[in-house]
């Protein structure tokens, strides 16, 4: 399997605009979690899916955060408007079973780079 | 809510060195105990789970433990070598969620 795929892996905008990021989980894999990391912060996570439907979205920051998961291949995550203090880097990550419960680990994509100016 | 914090935040050895890094976490509360590495530029990769019923697990020259009750982990790395350079993350597994500390960055030079 070629792991969790993000794209795209660099994006610069400027503010205001719209940036959409996306993510192909592992095949047979049924969370799928987004996660932000700044160096003030570290990595928090924003929102998480099982089997398509989102679970928990309290970590998403504000309404200009959206988060989409319209199959098990495929999910979308949203800022719109774009602001500064929105760089980061963005991974989506994904999990079989979800079972943090019975330590099943979860596999993150290489990470998408936002630098909004 | 979970707070994990890691010490140090960076470390620097020479080669060779036996080295340990730390985290401890608030809620002991948890289902297990992870640690992963993180290269420049790339994503998490997992090292070791702990499960909160278990006290170690090793793989190779990475020896990781877990004490629930004092809310502590370490991560011991024997006989470092140049190629361990990475920032290492913990992350206390909660029902559903991962919580991570900031990690620490370590150089081994040659």
């Known amino acids: 399997d070629a792991g969790v795929i993000q794209s795209p892996r660099h994006e610069v905008t400027e503010m205001g605009q719209e940036v959409t990021l996306r993510c192909k989980p592992i095949?047979?894999?049924?969370?799928l979690f987004w996660y932000r990391q700044t160096m003030m912060r570290g990595l928090e996570l924003l929102i998480y899916?099982?089997?398509?439907?989102?679970?928990?979205d309290s970590g998403m920051p504000e309404d200009r955060f959206s988060a989409k998961m319209p199959n098990a291949s495929f999910s979308t995550l949203k800022i719109q408007p774009s602001e500064p203090r929105d760089s980061a880097v963005y991974f989506c990550?994904?999990?079989?079973?979800?079972?943090?419960?019975?330590?099943?680990?979860?596999?993150f994509g290489e990470g998408s780079w936002l630098t909004v100016v | 809510k979970q707070e994990v914090t890691q010490i140090p935040a960076a470390l620097s050895v020479p080669e060779g060195e036996n080295l340990v890094l730390n985290c401890s976490f608030t809620d002991s509360a948890i289902y297990n105990l992870q640690w992963f590495r993180q290269d420049p530029g790339k994503g998490l990769t997992s090292l070791l789970l702990i499960q909160s019923s278990q006290r170690e697990q090793t793989s190779g020259r990475l020896n990781a433990s877990l004490d629930k009750s004092s809310g502590r982990s370490t991560l011991y790395i024997a006989a470092s070598q140049p190629g361990d350079s990475a920032t290492y993350l913990c992350a206390a597994a909660g029902y559903s969620t991962l919580t991570f500390g900031k990690g620490t960055m370590l150089l081994v030079s040659p």
């Open positions: 095949s047979g894999h049924d969370y």
């Open positions: 990550a994904s999990s079989f079973r979800g079972s943090l419960l019975s330590g099943n680990t979860i596999y």
């Open positions: 899916f099982n089997n398509n439907v989102p679970i928990d």
